[in-house]
Structures are given as C-alpha cells and as structure tokens.
T-cell receptor
Framework: KAGVTQTPRYLIKTRGQQVTLSCSPI?????VSWYQQTPGQGLQFLFE???????NKGNFPGRFSGRQFSNSRSEMNVSTLELGDSALYLC????????????FGEGSWLTVV | EDQVTQSPEALRLQEGESSSLNCSYT??????LFWYRQDPGKGPEFLFT???AGEEKEKERLKATLTKKESFLHITAPKPEDSATYLC?????????????FGQGTTLQVKP
C-alpha cells in the first residue's frame, strides 16, 4: 500500500514568489493535514482538510492556504514568500478527521533565498 | 495554554544501554497521545497511539506507557539503528476540531 506522497521533494524559491506543494494521501484516507517543521519551532500545525472542507487551522498568516480535491488529494500554497518560510513542509493523512492516527509523507523541503 | 514538553532534548546511549524518553503534557483534554520516530531528512514514522492512563504498547525494543500527566518511551537494549529523533504529540480538543500538538522531540544517538 503506497504511503503519503508529496511533490516536489526539494525546491528553491526567491523571496516574494509563491509556491504550491502537492500531497496524495494513502488510498482510502480522506483527511489531510499540513505541518511546517523548522529547527527552532519544531512541528507546527497549518491546517486540516476533510471532504474538501477545511476543518481546522493553525496560527499562520493568510499567505498560507490550502485546498482539498474530491479525490482527497491536497495542495497548499504560500504566497509572497519570506526567508522565514524556509522549512520542511509535511503532509499527513488519516482515515477521518481529528482523532485518527495520522501518517506522514517524506515532506517538501522549501528554501527561500 | 496547551503544552507538550519532551525531555531530554538529546540522549546518547551505548548499544545495549536501556533508557527512557519523557513526554509531559498540560492540555485541557487528552484524546490521545502519539509517538513518532523521525530520521534526518524524512517525515515522521508512526510508532504508537495511547488513549488512556495505564495503557501500554510495545514494538520490538520500544515500549510506550501513559499516565495522566506524561508518557514514557522505554528503549530496551538499543541498537545503533534506533538512532533518530522521537516525537510525541498530544491530541486535544473535541469533536472534529481536535488539535495535534507536538513536542520538540528527543534526539537519540546510540553508539556501537
């Protein structure tokens, strides 16, 4: 059974640009959540989607947004990139929302220069 | 404020030297506690879920326990391949608006 797949794995962007990251959940999983991981802040929750609806949102500025498609695949977008957005962005999937065990993908490494 | 604290931040062990990692939490309502292992450059790998005080789970050399205030991850006779960062996360909140709060992790190094 394939795990959570994230693309791209590595990317470099310039300050002010925007970026879109993609996530394909484990087959049968309908909930997708996104996390930002940095050495200083650790793992921080961005948002969670279930049935194409955002169920929960962390404390991040509006530049961070996401969406989920009918096939449960999800994308997250960061606009007007700042140097501090450099991080590992992790997608996780679970069978249902909030309460089920979540399984992580390998992450997308974003470097903003 | 909900908080999850892991200790120690880093731990060095000799192969075969058993030890425990701690995850203490202060949350409004615990719905579950999760342990993950993360290798450098990779996403966290799920290890255990614990739901109530007194619960224990085991997998190979790892054993997780839960009390009302903390969880322990016991590592028995560790091997170098157990070297990784171990993360705990607490699920709090209610209904479909639960929130998963992660600790900062404990980085374990096991020397041969």
């Amino acid at each position: 059974k394939a795990g959570v797949t994230q693309t791209p794995r590595y990317l470099i962007k310039t300050r002010g640009q925007q970026v879109t990251l993609s996530c394909s959940p484990i087959s049968g999983h309908r909930s997708v959540s996104w996390y930002q991981q940095t050495p200083g802040q650790g793992l921080q929750f961005l948002f969670e989607y279930f049935s194409e609806t955002q169920r929960n949102k962390g404390n991040f500025p509006g530049r961070f947004s996401g969406r989920q498609f009918s096939n449960s695949r999800s994308e997250m977008n960061v606009s007007t990139l700042e140097l501090g957005d450099s991080a590992l962005y992790l997608c996780a999937s679970s069978l249902g929302p909030s309460g089920n065990t979540i399984y992580f993908g390998e992450g997308s490494w974003l470097t903003v220069v | 404020e909900d908080q999850v604290t892991q200790s120690p931040e880093a731990l060095r062990l000799q192969e075969g030297e058993s030890s425990s990692l701690n995850c203490s939490y202060t949350v409004s309502g615990l719905r579950g506690l999760f342990w993950y292992r993360q290798d450098p450059g990779k996403g966290p790998e799920f290890l255990f879920t614990l739901y109530s005080a007194g619960e224990e789970k085991e997998k190979e050399r790892l054993k997780a326990t839960l009390t009302k205030k903390e969880s322990f991850l016991h590592i028995t006779a560790p091997k170098p391949e157990d070297s990784a960062t171990y993360l705990c996360a607490v699920l709090t909140g209610s209904g479909n608006t639960g929130k998963l709060i992660f600790g900062q992790g404990t980085t374990l190094q096991v020397k041969p």
